[in-house]
């Protein structure tokens, strides 16, 4: 056996050693590849914007860890951060100063957030806002909008985004009809549809749950006055307007999509970045009905390891990174690299859309930028999967899905930028 082939069996060997532990090998669907048919990575490590599998090779990653590493990877701060936490012990199951000063920083950012509750995953976050709509308005229906994922709890996986895209299935199963049919399906960017709606529903709808830059269909910008349509029309029933600002928040500017659209909702989700690449999830909206969580009101909500003190501190040395000028540096690279892939793509007579809001897009192979979730299913993609392939040997991490959002991020410099767009010249021209 030659040296190569010793290193590649590591990899080979631990995907065998997944494969019989966990389903598809992997502990979320979105890691196993199979959309663009190539084995699931086992990633090692990561530094900056670099990642290295198990045979030692490394790629330039825009998978980003979904969305959380704005900074890249091990950023020095925040391992620094989290290493001197460590040594005060882990959870405390107790109130913690690193909450406190992580909860303002929230607030003081995004100004509808007055209370929030940390949680432990988006998926609890966007749940539990739910469930708060629900309490307060005694409502029972939601609505959501195709294409859109907002975690994997039963009610919002209907026609939902990412992994449920990707594998092309309308939901999951396990959900019971009973729990589906209190879901109400959308197009994203229709206001006729909200509207009709309303009218079909009236005094029905607890709430209108909306990614405001979907970023779980690949990348669909809201059309000029969509947001506050949705506003408008739910303040105008009654419900509440939830933003899933899981991936937006701090990504989108430190406001978040509310900052940068000046719409703001009633109650809002975080998750990813606010935690710097460490499990975390947060909801918050107004006072009053924040108020109504336990154990101030009867909504039911808990979690052991909420507010985790090594969560808070890397969460905290991350958003302290999160200033302006960081995000117009990062908004003008992602400019470059948009450019460049279109250049690209004319120079290959590949015909390519780019889905784009500000430092988030996606390369979709379709004619146009998508609108909503069914423009987004419609993509080439049999081309994507090639393309990604070609990336990878090319040394570029792309999402391995049509339907995920691509995470450049504060790490990737000009260089970084300049050595995707060669690649993709390379990979469209294939
Ligand atoms: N929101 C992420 C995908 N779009 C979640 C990652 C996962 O499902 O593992």
Not at 52 to 57: K, P, Y
Request: aromatic content about 6%; proline content about 6%; overall charge negative.
């Amino acid at each position: 056996m030659t040296a190569t082939e010793a290193a590649a069996s590591v990899q080979d060997g631990l995907r065998e050693r997944a494969a019989v532990l966990f389903p598809g090998g992997v502990n979320s669907p979105v890691r196993a590849f199979g959309s663009v048919g190539r084995a699931p990575l086992v990633l090692t490590g990561g530094d900056g914007p670099w990642v290295r599998d198990a045979n030692g090779h490394r790629y330039l990653d825009l998978v980003g860890s979904w969305g959380a590493a704005i900074l890249g990877h091990a950023h020095p701060a925040v391992v620094e951060a989290v290493r001197a936490a460590a040594l005060d012990g882990f959870a405390l199951g107790a109130t913690h100063p690193l909450e406190v000063e992580l909860g303002e920083a929230i607030t003081a950012a995004m100004p509808s957030i007055e209370r929030l509750r940390f949680t432990s995953s988006g998926t609890e976050a966007v749940m539990s806002a739910v469930r708060l709509a629900r309490a307060a308005t005694g409502r029972e229906l939601v609505v959501k909008f195709a294409g859109a994922y907002h975690g994997h709890s039963d009610g919002l996986l209907v026609e939902a985004g990412s992994g449920v895209a990707t594998l092309g299935i309308p939901g999951s199963a396990g959900v019971p009809p009973r729990v589906a049919e209190l879901t109400v399906v959308l197009p994203f960017n229709d206001p006729a549809a909200l509207d009709e709606a309303f009218e079909r529903h009236p005094a029905r709808i607890a709430a209108v749950v909306v990614e405001p830059v979907v970023a779980n269909a690949g990348v669909i910008a809201p059309a000029p006055g969509y947001l506050q349509h949705l506003r408008d029309a739910t303040r105008a029933d009654g419900a509440l307007l939830i933003f899933d600002e899981v991936i937006t928040g701090f990504r989108l500017g430190r406001g978040g999509a509310q900052g940068r659209f000046g719409v703001e909702p009633d109650l809002t989700t975080l998750g990813k970045v606010i935690g710097g690449g460490m499990p975390i999830g947060a909801y918050g909206g107004r006072r009053e009905l924040m108020e109504l969580v336990a154990p101030v009101g009867p909504v039911y909500q808990a979690g052991t390891l909420s507010g985790h003190p090594l969560v808070m501190a890397a969460g905290i040395a991350t958003l302290r990174e999160l200033v302006p000028e960081r995000y117009a540096v990062l908004e003008e690279r992602v400019d470059r690299l948009a450019a460049g892939l279109e250049e690209a793509a004319t120079a290959a007579g590949r015909t390519v859309a780019i889905g784009r809001c500000g430092p988030l897009l996606t390369l979709f192979f379709r004619e146009s930028a998508p609108v909503d979730g069914a423009a987004a299913l419609a993509s080439d993609r049999a081309a994507f999967a090639r393309f990604f392939g070609a990336m990878l040997d090319r040394g570029i991490l792309l999402p391995p899905s049509q339907f995920e959002a691509w995470f450049p991020g504060f790490a990737h410099g000009d260089a970084e930028i300049d050595r995707i767009v060669a690649a993709a010249g390379e990979a469209l021209a294939a």
